[in-house]
């Protein structure tokens, strides 16, 4: 059964900051990882898809990496604004099953 | 285009009563899933559905929850006998049919449905 992990649960930092959110998951077996944002009651955005194949993704100040045999993507957001503060969740694609973890929410002080 | 579509985007229910979730998914998806999000916890994989077929519902509770996908008209999640655990946020994803082995059918979310049971 794949377990995924997210560290931190919670991150505050003040403006222009770089974010650096982790992920590990315990079956390396993957299709590929989606990183998602999620804001206080809406639903799921999708932010990043990794294929299995790429070892990063990368999307405006956004860039992910895959390290498959390691079990971990980090999600990279440059130079932090307000409006990037959210919940960041990571799924593990597993054929047409995700497999979420908690996610990190994050606080961008102004 | 529009997205996949849920409602009501919020239910109140009383313990016994029973729950209905509607999803309609993405013009041209063919394909259906249903997570379930309990406070302070991951999505959880629930059903995945195709028209009038259920794939795989390993991750639904085996009593009081069920799922449809009709030929025609939305996707249903259905609660019977709510009980104050049953409440979370559930979300539809909805992808288009299979384009090819080995590709990923990539899932878009819905808003979701809140669930409060009183």
């Known amino acids: 059964k794949q377990e995924v992990t997210q560290i931190p649960a919670a991150l505050s930092v003040p403006e222009g900051e770089n974010l650096v959110l982790n992920c590990s998951f315990t079956d390396s077996a993957i299709y590929n990882l989606q990183w998602f944002r999620q804001d206080p009651g809406k639903g799921l955005t999708s932010l990043l898809l990794i294929q299995s194949s790429q070892r990063e993704q990368t999307s405006g100040r956004l860039n992910a990496s895959l390290d498959k045999s390691s079990g971990r993507s980090t999600l990279y957001i440059a130079a932090s604004q307000p409006g990037d503060s959210a919940t960041y969740l990571c799924?593990?694609?597993?054929?047409?099953?995700?497999?979420f973890g908690a996610g990190t929410t994050v606080t961008v002080r102004a | 285009n529009a997205g996949v579509m849920q409602n009501p985007r919020h239910l109140v229910r009383r313990r016994g009563q029973e729950a209905r979730l509607r999803c309609s998914p993405m013009?041209?998806?063919?394909?259906v899933y249903w997570y379930r999000q309990l406070p302070e916890e991951g999505l959880k994989f629930m059903v995945y559905?195709?028209?009038?077929?259920?794939?795989?519902e390993s991750g639904m509770p085996k009593e009081r929850f069920s799922a449809e996908f009709p030929k025609e008209g939305p996707s249903i999640l259905r609660i019977q006998q709510v009980v104050r655990g049953d409440s979370a946020a559930y979300f539809c994803a909805s992808s288009p049919g299979v384009i090819g082995l080995g590709a990923y059918n990539e899932q878009f979310f819905g808003p979701g449905t809140r669930l409060t049971v009183l």
């Open positions: 559905l195709q028209k009038e077929n259920i794939i795989d």
């Open positions: 799924a593990v694609v597993d054929d047409y099953k995700l497999s």
């Open positions: 013009k041209g998806h063919s394909h």
